[in-house]
T-cell receptor
Framework: DSGVTQTPKHLITATGQRVTLRCSPRSGDLSVYWYQQSLDQGLQFLIHYYNGEERAKGNILERFSAQQFPDLHSELNLSSLELGDSALYFC?????????????FGQGTRLTVV | AQSVTQLDSQVPVFEEAPVELRCNYSSSVSVYLFWYVQYPNQGLQLLLKYLSGSTLVKSINGFEAEFNKSQTSFHLRKPSVHISDTAEYFCAVRPVNSGNTPLVFGKGTRLSVIA
């Protein structure tokens, strides 16, 4: 158990809908990262928050947004869903910003868009 | 920017045989190097990492990786694999003075251990 909790574990929804994925980082971790894992693209970095502030953006679509709340949990919002958004979405947390710090991953949310 | 290439997408190997999973990276700055493992239906777990010092790093379950700066490689090896090693393995890098830079992953290598 990494200590990072993601809910829900599975989500099936229709095209055009909006969903929210939730991540609770390990106790004391200030950094939260979101990644998308698909068969063709591998693990793609989406966005990084540190102590409530957005710190870096990767290949995140405009239809996607995220935030980190004062209690440090984070939510990833996906809207106007398309079939191609079906993927495994991971959240990872780490205690600091330094490059050597280990990132701990949750078990992911598997999103299926039908 | 950094990039990671894992040359083999799938590696089948018989139980108790040795295995090497290859990883090459590209970066204009010094990097830290990581191997993560993903077992079926689970998240990624850190297997081992190279930060500095000895270029050979080892994990608790018999894997080892060697950092080769001249060849920009960080290959993962195990002298004798077990069925339980069946998983997907990801190589990742992160700049030494990164601050905000996230881990950059390779596309992964699926290791299948055959009985």
């Amino acid at each position: 158990d990494s200590g990072v909790t993601q809910t829900p574990k599975h989500l099936i929804t229709a095209t055009g809908q909006r969903v929210t994925l939730r991540c609770s980082p390990r106790s004391g971790d200030l950094s939260v990262y979101w990644y998308q894992q698909s068969l063709d693209q591998g693990l793609q970095f989406l966005i990084h928050y540190y102590n409530g502030e957005e710190r870096a953006k990767g290949n995140i679509l405009e239809r996607f947004s995220a935030q980190q709340f004062p209690d440090l949990h984070s939510e990833l919002n996906l809207s106007s869903l398309e079939l191609g958004d079906s993927a495994l979405y991971f959240c990872a947390s780490s205690v600091a910003l330094t490059g050597s710090t280990e990132a701990f991953f949750g078990q992911g949310t598997r999103l299926t868009v039908v | 920017a950094q990039s990671v290439t894992q040359l083999d997408s799938q590696v089948p190997v018989f139980e108790e045989a040795p295995v090497e999973l290859r990883c090459n990276y590209s970066s204009s700055v010094s990097v830290y190097l990581f191997w993560y493992v993903q077992y079926p239906n689970q998240g990624l777990q850190l297997l081992l990492k190279y930060l500095s010092g000895s270029t050979l790093v080892k994990s608790i379950n018999g894997f080892e990786a060697e950092f080769n700066k001249s060849q920009t490689s960080f290959h993962l090896r195990k002298p004798s694999v077990h069925i339980s090693d069946t998983a997907e393995y990801f190589c990742a890098v992160r700049p030494v003075n990164s601050g905000n830079t996230p881990l950059v992953f390779g596309k992964g290598t699926r290791l299948s251990v055959i009985a």
